[in-house]
């Protein structure tokens, strides 16, 4: 009797501490649409940012690739990638460190695909 308290004391006590963890993999995206022709750069300093997909929910949706500014200057584009069983975002990288791009910017119908400030 005094065996079966202890072990279920020990359950209780282990159930307060546990946790539960709820992942949802939806696996890797769809191969990169290819693209025919890359559109002329719009001027010095930018950066050709190809197509890639995201995950949005349950499934991938398509970025199209773009010209663009660094998010600072020496900034390098390191490419959004999965590497079989996570995604990983693309960011921006340098001397000033990571910089993420940010997906709401995809949303907004009136953007400008410019950083239209200096962020050194």
């Not at 500014?69 to 960011?91: E, F, I, K, L, T």
Request: hydrophobic content about 30%; proline content about 7%.
């Amino acid at each position: 009797m005094k065996t079966k308290l202890m072990v279920l004391t020990l359950f209780a006590a282990g159930a307060v501490f546990a946790q539960l963890s709820v992942g949802i993999r939806i696996g890797a995206p769809p191969a990169p649409r290819v693209v025919r022709v890359q559109p002329r750069s719009p001027g010095e300093g930018y950066t050709w940012i190809s197509g890639y997909w995201y995950p949005v929910g349950g499934h991938y949706k398509w970025h199209d690739g773009y010209w663009t500014r660094p998010a600072y200057s020496g900034a390098q584009w390191v490419a959004p990638h999965h590497d079989g069983s996570r995604y990983y975002d693309g960011y921006w990288e340098g001397s000033h460190g990571q910089v993420a791009h940010d997906h709401r910017w995809d949303r907004d119908r009136n953007h400008n695909r410019d950083y239209n400030h200096d962020r050194q």
